[in-house]
């Protein structure tokens, strides 16, 4: 397999670092919802899940290169934890990992050749519930009577924030012309062979 | 392949996806050779360096054809750190070059890269700083530099490794008379002390070349055309008088005596009997009637000079195509009268607490251009940025109406994602039918539904003009609207402004070419010691050398030998704008692509500026805030 190019390695790590500080502040909306949501403020963690989701399917979709989700989801938690202090503590990066694999599953059985809306839409579920029962085993949730409302929170909030989301902002980024030198933007290109003007 | 080419390339060539492409060229440079790359904007000056240093194809994308390679490494082949010890490069923006915090690391960074011993690297880290001119940077922050400040470090980082080829990549943009003379002298050095070969891309050769003239540049040029085929390729002796008029038409600054023969239309005359064969006697003009044409004719008071330079082309005086008229450069005293339309009193500026301007009192009145002039790190962009209200003043405060503003970086004010909503950030919903016509001014139709990120250089910039003055502001702020830009854009950019201030406008310009201030500016406001030096005209500024050196900055030949000729101000600006006529009347619209025809429309025709300026277009006293907040 090809080495990674270098700019490819430096957008995953930039990538990585400034999700991780999104990933904080979202932490930090997550305190305030769940005091918002009162009795129900446990329930908050699901309905931000998909949030928490959002590198590993940008990283893929511009660099589409095996494993470059779970390694930006990876460097994302390790920047919450060790630099900015989450809640969470180290197991947070077990559940990163987890997150990025479920993320990353649908575009590997691609063969990362396919980036529409469909593929996106089970990255989110799938990163949403494949870490579901790591964190439902690691708190206790399973014989609460809630567990698939849980579940189906948790599954929802990845199908948008973490999936469709994803598809929205790489839209959005493809469209400014800063990822054409990146595997997304040759992919646009190679429809069309250069010709010459002039 | 021979061992002595430290750079090679065989039919060269490189296709981007956009459809643009360079070459296929041919070169060969022997350690010690150098060679100056010219073209207008967009003629693939920088892909070529690109090439040279593996960048392009390596990671921009692009079609190769032909072979490069650099001090005996196949560049195609190579990989970046292959490479990195046989090349300097210094980037035509400085800003995309840096990556470490202070100006120690960054220099000595390639050092490390290359693994040169510890004890080493000291020495060499100073040797580079004090070449380009650096020493006293050494212990800042890369965060915290003026643009020519940082153009300074690129070099030195460039040249700190003494590298087997320098390639430079505008390396003078931004600098100060004192940054000038470091590159020369560090080119210079480089050839001398440790044989490297050098191949350098500039606008600013007139600057570049000194007092030495063109003798002190790279011996060989290769000139480029609009679409990248080489046009003219040799040593710069032996140039002639049909290349040099078409370096001109095409946008090329050049030396002074050469472009005055290429005006003159012919080589070795002296510098004032060529500027007498330029600008002409009113007497001569009549004395060949042959040479006027109707078009000539038309365009009125211009038509002297296409009959003074005697050889031009009948039809190329077109008056669309000319520059002002000479009359209304003679400003109306009148407007000084005017009440200014911003204020300042004992500003004082600067990042977080240091000051780096104290005690300025200035004022801009309607309808004139003021140009802001300092050395690097002056505080130029400092103190556009407090007038216009983006950034806190220390101490004083800034009175009057909110200002419009260009930045150095286009790219930094853009906030939009189409070119055509980039107009529409801020401009009230009666307004918006101004789009379009401002579209059309600055030749950016066809580019409406563009990312702005994804226009060239020249393209932003005619953008970020167009955006500041859709809302026709009483006062406008420019960062040094022609960087990067060549002679006939950088004309039409100055042009726009100029005619803003017609139309009743206070226009403030930081510019380091001392060429444009005294062709457009009614005033010169000069920093120095932190503080406003001067408020002064823009001869008075050439004939005190005094002030000038404070301000580091220093006029070409050419200025000098005008600045004396002149008797004030109106004159030496008239004669300005006689030899941009004269160079605008080599403008080639056939030779140039759709792109570069559409920056002819940048600037509108003379008589279209009266009518605006008649007209009195008014300005809204009251527009909300635009692209500048």
Redesign the interface.
Known sequence: MKRLA??DIVLLVMLGVVFGFLYWALVQAWNALAVAMGPAGDLAQHVLFGGWLLVAPLAVAIIRRPFVGVIAEVIASVIEVVFLGSPAGPTLLIAAALQGAGSELPFALTRYRRYGWWVFAISGVLGAGLVFFYSAFRAGWYGQEILFLRLGMQLVSGLFLGGLLAKVLVD?LR????L??FAI??AD?ALQ?????? | MSAEAVVLAEALEAVLPSGDGVGPVDLRLAPGERMLMLGPSGSGKTTLLRLLHGAVPHAFRATVSGCAELAGHDVASATVAGLAAHAGVVAQDPVSGVCLATVEQEVAFPLENLAVPRHAIEPALRTALARAGASHLRHRGTGGLSGGELQRVALAAAIAAEPAVLLLDEPTSMLDAAGVDAVRAALETARSATGAASVLVEHRLDELAGDGGAAVLPEQWLVLGPTGRVRWQGHRDELDVDVLRELVGLGCWLPAELELAALAGRRGLGTEAALAAVLGETATASAQPGVRTPDAESAGPRGFDAAGAGALEPGATSPARVGRPGATHAHPLETHAHEPVLRTEGLAVGHRRAPVLEGVDLALRPGEVVALVGANGTGKSTLLTALAGLSRPLAGTVCGARAGMVFQHPEHQFAASTVRAELAVGLPAELQDRIGPMLERFGLQRLAERSPHRLSGGQQRRLSLAAMLVHERPVLLADEPTFGLDRHASADALGALRSAADAGAAVLIACHDLRAVAAHADRVLVLAQGRLLADTTPLALLRDERMRTAAGLRPSRLLRVLAARAGDDAVLRHELARLEAAAQALRTPDASPPEATAEHRGVPAPDARAGRAASGARLAPDVRAGTAA
């Open positions: 270098l700019r959005a469209r400014t012309g800063v054409d030198e933007g040759r290109a062979a250069p010709q010459r003007v002039g």
